[in-house]
């Protein structure tokens, strides 16, 4: 979890400069002086920098030179130069380099506990936030958790991540999170079919696009699509069944959650065969589920999955390019 947020760190820090200006160290540490000279001296190329010290044990360092490393960086580092330390043996409280980092530092500290309910990771990440001076509002959280795809890790290597790009911006908005946080393909699913269903042709061929550029194969997003567009099938059984066939896409989170979503759980319970995983998620990713199936109707979503089973057998027997095939897919679903 710790090289998964060095990497996000380096990114939201350097940019496109990273592939220059990273200078990363491992087992073969240079000497203290060494290290300072690396830390404060100025990129070779114009850009930002950082010094990447990874699994490095300054605990094991005389406290002499462990001083000597603390006061050259208190007395300041060349601006748009970082220094960033990657180690598990840090996290001794009692030492002194523990507490120096922490009164001097962005000290980030990963617990081993890395799971936790979905429903409460939404209260983990407003006092993540909150334990760090910053405030996320509803909104922006529910983006922020739908692009992780509720995952823990994720979510929280990127909450550091919006943190890190933040700079003196305390409330982290909605728009900060889409223009930071990367949505995955499962999420991009939704998105695309919300085009689709409302016959926006351009931005369903822009989404397909970028699902393919994530590097997901061809298969395994027609096989996103027709699993999502099933459960789709299942939000129709249990609209009709509950009498909520009027209810429209501009229904409201609380809304869903409060009047809506009761209602399903007392559906599954009773209809385990059509509502197989309907409920699987947080009620939000469901939420968004609902939405998105009402773009289509019950005829046109069956109409859909039998597009989807042509295209398959196509990518699967067909000489024509992937590329074709899949954009013939976007027109065929369009016209259902």
């Given at each position: 979890?710790?090289?998964?947020?060095?990497?996000?760190?380096?990114?939201?820090?350097?940019?496109?400069?990273?592939?220059?200006?990273?200078?990363?160290?491992?087992?073969?540490?240079?000497?203290?002086?060494?290290?300072?000279?690396?830390?404060?001296?100025?990129?070779?190329?114009?850009?930002?920098?950082?010094?990447?010290?990874?699994?490095?044990?300054?605990?094991?360092?005389?406290?002499?030179?462990q001083k000597l490393f603390c006061s050259e960086i208190e007395k300041g580092i060349p601006e748009d130069n970082y220094v960033l330390i990657l180690s598990e043996?840090?996290?001794?409280?009692?030492?002194?380099?523990?507490?120096?980092?922490?009164?001097?530092?962005?000290?980030?500290?990963?617990?081993?506990?890395?799971?936790?309910?979905?429903?409460?990771?939404?209260?983990?990440?407003?006092?993540?936030?909150?334990?760090?001076?910053?405030?996320?509002?509803?909104?922006?959280?529910?983006?922020?958790?739908?692009?992780?795809?509720?995952?823990?890790?994720?979510?929280?290597l990127e909450a550091d991540k919006l943190i890190l790009a933040a700079d003196e911006k305390t409330v982290i908005e909605k728009k900060d999170v889409q223009l930071?946080?990367?949505?995955?393909?499962?999420?991009?699913?939704?998105?695309?079919?919300?085009?689709?269903?409302?016959?926006?042709?351009?931005?369903?061929?822009?989404?397909?696009?970028?699902?393919?550029?994530?590097?997901?194969?061809?298969?395994?997003?027609?096989?996103?699509?027709?699993?999502?567009?099933?459960?789709?099938?299942?939000?129709?059984?249990?609209?009709?069944?509950?009498?909520?066939?009027?209810?429209?896409?501009?229904?409201?989170?609380?809304?869903?959650?409060?009047?809506?979503?009761?209602?399903?759980?007392?559906?599954?319970?009773?209809?385990t065969a059509e509502s197989t995983n309907l409920l699987k998620g947080h009620p939000y990713y469901i939420y968004k589920l609902m939405l998105s199936a009402l773009?289509?109707?019950?005829?046109?979503?069956?109409?859909?999955?039998?597009?989807?089973?042509?295209?398959?057998?196509?990518?699967?027997?067909?000489?024509?390019?992937?590329?074709?095939?899949?954009?013939?897919?976007?027109?065929?679903?369009?016209?259902?």
């Amino acid at each position: 979890m710790m090289k998964e947020a060095l990497n996000s760190i380096v990114e939201a820090l350097l940019g496109a400069d990273a592939s220059t200006n990273l200078e990363v160290y491992k087992e073969d540490f240079p000497d203290i002086p060494d290290i300072l000279s690396s830390i404060m001296m100025r990129p070779f190329f114009p850009g930002k920098k950082a010094v990447a010290l990874i699994d490095w044990d300054i605990s094991r360092l005389s406290e002499e030179k462990q001083k000597l490393f603390c006061s050259e960086i208190e007395k300041g580092i060349p601006e748009d130069n970082y220094v960033l330390i990657l180690s598990e043996a840090l996290k001794d409280k009692r030492k002194f380099f523990y507490n120096w980092a922490k009164k001097n530092a962005e000290l980030l500290e990963f617990r081993k506990e890395t799971k936790a309910e979905k429903s409460d990771l939404p209260k983990i990440v407003k006092n993540f936030f909150s334990e760090k001076g910053y405030t996320i509002d509803n909104d922006a959280l529910l983006e922020l958790l739908t692009r992780c795809d509720f995952d823990y890790t994720k979510t929280l290597l990127e909450a550091d991540k919006l943190i890190l790009a933040a700079d003196e911006k305390t409330v982290i908005e909605k728009k900060d999170v889409q223009l930071a946080v990367v949505a995955t393909n499962e999420i991009l699913i939704f998105d695309f079919l919300d085009a689709v269903g409302d016959k926006n042709l351009s931005l369903s061929l822009d989404l397909l696009n970028r699902m393919i550029k994530n590097g997901e194969e061809y298969g395994k997003i027609i096989a996103l699509l027709s699993k999502r567009i099933h459960s789709f099938l299942q939000v129709f059984c249990f609209l009709k069944s509950t009498g909520l066939e009027g209810i429209n896409r501009m229904m409201r989170y609380n809304e869903f959650k409060n009047r809506i979503y009761p209602l399903l759980e007392d559906f599954c319970a009773q209809n385990t065969a059509e509502s197989t995983n309907l409920l699987k998620g947080h009620p939000y990713y469901i939420y968004k589920l609902m939405l998105s199936a009402l773009s289509f109707s019950f005829e046109s979503s069956k109409k859909a999955i039998d597009v989807l089973a042509r295209m398959d057998f196509e990518l699967k027997t067909s000489a024509l390019s992937k590329n074709l095939i899949v954009e013939k897919m976007v027109f065929s679903l369009i016209s259902v």
